[in-house]
């Protein structure tokens, strides 16, 4: 087998990637707004759907139902999101999801290979594009899909599940190149012949069939999903909404739907929504297409979600259903941000919550809050940050101290840091740039704070700021008496170059190493604060910690009397050791697909 490069877990707070996130998330942003990439995908026709309640052609380009065969009686689809990161955590899944059987400690039967795999949103980290996908995401899937094979074709197995087919729905993180990328490897008509994932003679892997980023499944027992695009602007195009109109003019009153988005906005719109309307607006949108299900008295059982790289999962007095399973491959996301049970009494501000009460969740909140701890280490999981700090540091004290020289200014002197102060002070309004710099920084900090609330963000950032300029302060003083000291014993004279190359190398290595150590230990402290006390910052917390453990995925099944069973399977602990097999991997360590719930989800 060639050499494959294990990708790691996403650096999210290397200098370079920082960056480039913003300037992609700008640029995105942008052009989704203004030129919408889902105008150049073809138009679908009024009331199209993908016919799974119908035996499907296998090995067939073009998606083609088998007319000789009655309808289908039941289907299982495996649904996996947040996929594509570090190899370990999106192997770890891929390597389940592909065997033909699954085994599961706390199931009687063995749970056949889902005939449908759908990744559920953000197939590859940290922004899209060709190369990453296929590293990260395709690579690993091929390997897996070689492991299924070579255990051998399950016996229950039926003759699509030897030919699965594929779907992705885009998440944020797809839609940072605009859709370029996905829409190569997921909608194109032109290479529509290859199969995701297939070796380079185009054997294996799955069939393709999506055209658009948004499509539907017509299901065996009357039974839907609707996989629905929210782009970058969290709301539903017209497009849109006319298309999934038409699909729910094909239902009847007996009908049940699962409704897949890329992120749960039920979730969100609960945390935020107190605090902005932009929550309100999202659910807006989701309403109106809502209404349509309601104006056909057509029944929407499961909502189900990625975006969150953890799994939870709400349920009204009707059964129906809320899940959040992002754990197909990319950080974990904490569970102990906000107290549901809590906000369950105060749920007026959010349509979304009314009457639903939080039945699961993955990891529990006492493991999850352990998990925080490991920020104090921010600088041993982003060794690369404290570069940005010790840049920040080095060049703010060259600033302040470039043109002070004096000689009576030494650190025995009882005013040494009130002097210091004023110093500072005056030198600040001689030096416009300081002061540029300072305030670029308390805006950066500003605006990276984790909040809808402008007051919660000004004063977050302007103290998580204010830290770093004391400590900027502190060790540029320090510099300054330290170089003064040396350049007593070096009897250098003032303004001489052994004096200046003596000033200029003690602030580059006391700045430098004190900036690039404890500027990354105040960013660490801040996160776990924001976390600990305020619930806010979940994501880049513990995105900081590239946490591969705890990944989870669902697989569906809906059986001959009509009754859809949810399975939430979890890796507690992903294989870290794999054993080479030839073509593929097969796990070593790490520990064995468990169920999260007690017992398996039953919607009816």
Not at 327 to 336: D, E, I, K, V, W
Not at 524 to 529: C, D, E, F, P, S
Request: charged share 25%; with cysteine.
């Amino acid at each position: 087998m060639p050499e494959i490069k294990k990708a790691k877990m996403t650096n999210w707070y290397d200098p370079r990637q920082l960056i480039d996130t913003a300037k992609r998330t700008v640029i995105s942003t942008t052009v989704g707004q203004y030129a919408d990439p889902r105008s150049g995908m073809p138009d679908p026709k009024p009331g199209e759907f993908f016919d799974y309640s119908k035996h499907v052609i296998p090995g067939k380009i073009d998606f083609e139902v088998d007319k000789s065969k009655d309808d289908r009686k039941e289907i299982w689809i495996d649904y996996a999101a947040d996929v594509g990161d570090g190899f370990n955590p999106t192997y770890a899944v891929a390597y389940y999801l592909s065997q033909p059987e699954l085994q599961l400690a706390d199931v009687e039967r063995p749970l056949p290979r889902g005939e449908i795999l759908f990744f559920g949103g953000d197939g590859v980290y940290p922004t899209a594009n060709a190369k990453r996908y296929e590293d990260q995401l395709v690579t690993p899937y091929r390997m897996a899909f070689k492991a299924g094979v070579a255990k051998g074709q399950s016996p229950v197995a039926s003759e699509l599940a030897q030919c699965p087919d594929i779907f992705a729905l885009p998440g944020n993180h797809d839609w940072y190149d605009s859709l370029v990328a996905f829409k190569l490897l997921f909608c194109s008509h032109v290479f529509n012949a290859r199969r995701f994932a297939a070796d380079e003679k185009g054997n294996g892997g799955w069939a393709t069939r999506q055209k658009r980023s948004y499509f539907t499944f017509k299901l065996p027992q009357n039974w839907w999903l609707l996989a629905v695009d929210l782009q970058l602007s969290h709301d539903i195009d017209v497009a849109q909404l006319e298309y999934f109109e038409s699909v729910i003019r094909n239902m009847g009153k007996d009908d049940k739907v699962i409704l897949c988005v890329p992120e749960p906005y039920w979730e969100k719109a609960i945390k935020y929504g107190e605090v902005t309307d932009k929550y309100a607006e999202k659910e807006k949108s989701i309403k109106k297409l809502e209404g349509y299900f309601k104006d056909r008295e057509v029944q929407v059982r499961a909502f189900i979600a990625g975006d969150l790289h953890h799994y939870r999962r709400f349920e009204d007095d009707e059964g129906v259903q809320k899940i959040t399973a992002g754990g197909g491959g990319a950080f974990l996301h904490p569970t102990h941000d906000f107290d549901f049970e809590e906000a369950q009494t105060k749920s007026g501000h959010s349509v979304f919550f009314r009457g639903f009460s939080m039945r699961g969740e993955y990891p529990k909140y006492a493991a999850s809050k352990k998990l925080e701890w490991r920020n104090f280490g921010f600088l041993f999981y982003n060794w690369t940050f404290g570069i940005l700090t010790a840049g920040i540091y080095f060049v703010l004290a060259l600033l302040v101290h470039g043109k002070i020289q004096d000689d009576k200014l030494r650190w025995t002197n009882d005013k040494f840091w009130s002097k210091a102060t004023t110093m500072t002070i005056d030198r600040m309004i001689e030096e416009p740039l300081v002061i540029l710099i300072v305030i670029l920084l308390l805006l950066g900090l500003i605006f990276f704070t984790d909040s809808e609330s402008k007051r919660y963000k000004r004063w977050a950032g302007f103290l998580h700021g204010t830290a770093h300029l004391i400590a900027t302060f502190i060790f540029g003083w320090l510099a300054y008496a330290l170089s003064l000291w040396i350049n007593d014993r070096a009897t250098a004279t003032e303004g001489s170059t052994l004096s200046n190359v003596i000033w200029f190398s003690t602030v580059l290595v006391v700045c430098g190493i004190g900036g690039y150590i404890v500027g990354s230990f105040i960013m660490g402290v801040y996160l776990y604060i924001s976390l600990h006390f305020f619930g806010r910052h979940s994501n880049e917390a513990f995105s900081a910690l590239k946490i591969e453990d705890y990944k989870n995925f669902l697989r569906m099944h809906i059986d001959t009397n009509g009754i859809l069973t949810i399975y939430p399977i979890k890796i507690e602990t992903v294989p870290k050791d794999w054993k080479d097999d030839g073509e593929y991997f097969t796990p070593v360590d790490g520990t064995k697909p468990k169920l999260i719930e007690d017992r398996p989800i039953v919607v009816s």
